[in-house]
């Protein structure tokens, strides 16, 4: 499996931002994919989740409201809608997958990821 993230940048903050994965390497039905974040000094944690197979979705508290995550399944792309972004938001961001449908926000359980798109957003 194999996941390119892209889409980061510099944005004021109330701005919005679009991230994409595309992933590819082998069908993915019974994946769960995932955006995960990870700022200067601090640990990864999990930010958002959805199962390919029903688009259902999980997120974590204080993205909810802001962010949107979900997936085309023909392009084999996930997508995360960042609106309303503040300061806290600032972080590496990072797609992983998972063989699994059942939700994890522990990124130990999922075994795939790419590689990093900075997201910055001034005050």
């Known amino acids: 499996v194999q996941l390119q993230a892209s889409g980061g940048g510099l944005v004021q903050a109330g701005g919005s931002l679009r991230l994409s994965c595309v992933a590819s390497?082998?069908?993915?039905?019974?994946?769960?994919m995932a955006w995960f974040r990870q700022a200067p000094g601090k640990v990864r944690e999990f930010v958002a989740a959805?199962?390919?197979?029903?688009?259902?979705?999980h997120y974590t508290d204080s993205v909810l409201g802001r962010f949107t995550i979900s997936r085309d399944n023909a392009e084999n792309t996930v997508f995360l809608q960042m609106n309303s972004l503040k300061p806290e938001d600032t972080a590496v961001y990072y797609c992983?997958?998972?063989?699994?449908?059942?939700?994890?926000?522990?990124?130990?359980?999922?075994?795939?990821w790419g590689r990093g798109t900075q997201v910055t957003v001034s005050s």
């Open positions: 959805v199962r390919w197979d029903d688009g259902r979705t």
């Open positions: 992983a997958a998972r063989r699994a449908t059942v939700f994890n926000t522990h990124r130990s359980q999922y075994n795939f």
């Open positions: 390497g082998r069908p993915f039905n019974y994946y769960t």
